[in-house]
């Protein structure tokens, strides 16, 4: 009995893991941890900067709005809106951060069953189908931004047309980022 143990224990330890897969858990989707690969480290761009330049001030103003509402007993007004204007901001800047290191979440069971090639060929296609629809945000959120550029927020002196503004810069990004990795995979480069 403890020998069939055993044997099964070291089958499990000895499954490879396919690179970078990783289990819901978070580990990798095998069970042992001696791995001979290290992964690389992130790469920082310009929105990933960004984006924690807004998150810092976005925790300052949440901040600011606790202490003002719970130990002062005294809420400052402005905090609410402002903190939902900056996460806002940072879910898009974010995305286009997210979308330079092609970690969109995409449905791969076509992947799975076609060639290598074919699978080079259709992830850039559906890059650049990404890419095009990002570039629709974008233009419609540049068109509701000049259309509510007069007219300001309720509590702060900012016009709304700045956040569409900076959502159709953030989706113009991530439009350019993807087409650039379309572009890549169809010529057999991937970016990493």
């Known amino acids: 009995m403890q020998g ?3 044997t ?13 897969r990783e289990s819901a858990a978070g580990g ?4 042992s ?12 761009v310009f929105e990933d900067h960004v984006a924690l330049g807004v998150m810092i001030l976005l925790g300052s103003v949440v901040f600011a709005q606790f202490l003002s509402r719970y130990v002062f007993n ?32 995409n449905v791969e069971i076509l992947e799975l069953i076609v060639p290598a090639k074919a699978k080079r060929w259709l992830r850039g296609f559906n890059n650049l189908i990404s890419a095009l629809f990002f570039v629709y945000v974008a233009w419609l959120a540049w068109q509701v931004g000049q259309r509510v550029w007069n007219s300001s927020m309720s509590t ?9 503004t900076v959502i ?6 991530m439009a350019l980022r993807m087409a650039r990795q379309g572009i890549a995979y169809w010529r057999g480069k991937e970016e990493k």
Not at 28 to 31: F, I, R, V
Not at 90 to 96: K, N, P
Not at 168 to 173: E, T
């Open 4 to 6: 069939d143990k055993d």
């Open 8 to 20: 099964r224990q070291g089958e499990v330890t000895a499954m490879s893991v396919e690179p970078g």
């Open 28 to 31: 990798e989707s095998g069970l």
């Open 33 to 44: 941890h001696n791995t001979t690969t290290a992964t690389p480290p992130l790469k920082w």
């Open 74 to 105: 005294h809420s400052i007004g402005w905090t609410e809106e402002g903190a939902r204007m900056l996460l806002v901001l940072l879910v898009f800047i974010g995305a286009a951060g997210a979308a330079s290191r092609g970690a969109h979440i």
């Open 156 to 164: 702060l002196p900012i016009s709304k047309g700045w956040l569409y």
């Open 168 to 173: 159709a810069v953030a989706c113009a990004a």
